[in-house]
């Protein structure tokens, strides 16, 4: 996501919250880049939305002065998952061994919450059993965004 952002438009997606109030607010706005009139391609990781990922073709249109999610048109074959750390501290060490499996992180402006983008060419199974086990181990909590790759 290097690009530059004037090429790029926000699309808000509405939220469905849980009955703990999770997530803490009603839209979340994800970056994107038309590709055709009313298609876009998404172009960063969701830390909320469920069933989206990076580089879905997705429809959008206009409502009052924002662009509005519609529907999924085209998914990308990428996963997303997202993690809470329990040490904060840790975060920056979390996110280099996802990289060193080749999955881009986002940070969010919440402590120790990062949502993770696994490519379609990238097994997921590794990814998976690394997250469960720290998470047996209390190092974090994670959670299935949108789940892409196959499913033995």
């Known amino acids: ?9 926000k699309i808000h997606f509405k939220l469905d919250k849980d009955e703990d109030g999770y997530p803490p607010d ?4 994800i970056w994107a880049q038309e590709v055709a009139p009313g298609l876009y391609r998404i172009d960063n ?6 069933g989206i990922s990076c580089d879905d073709i997705v ?3 206009v409502e009052g002065d924002e662009l509005e999610f519609k529907e999924l048109v085209q998914p990308s074959g990428n996963s997303v998952l997202r993690i809470i750390a329990v ?3 840790g975060v920056g060490k979390l996110r280099e061994q996802l990289r060193q ?3 881009e992180s986002e940070l969010s ?13 990238v097994n997921i199974d590794p990814i998976l059993n690394f997250l ?4 047996e181990e209390g190092r974090w909590e994670y959670e299935e965004g949108s789940i892409r790759h196959p499913h033995p």
């Open 59 to 61: 429809s959008a249109s």
């Open 87 to 89: 040490d904060k501290s």
């Open 101 to 103: 499996m080749q999955c």
């Open 45 to 50: 990781i969701p830390f909320f939305v469920r």
């Open 132 to 135: 469960a086990a720290g998470e």
């Open 109 to 121: 402006d919440i402590p120790g919450f990062l949502s993770v983008e696994v490519p379609a060419i």
């Open 1 to 9: 996501m290097a690009e530059d952002r004037r090429t790029h438009l």
């Open 26 to 29: 009603d839209w979340e706005g």
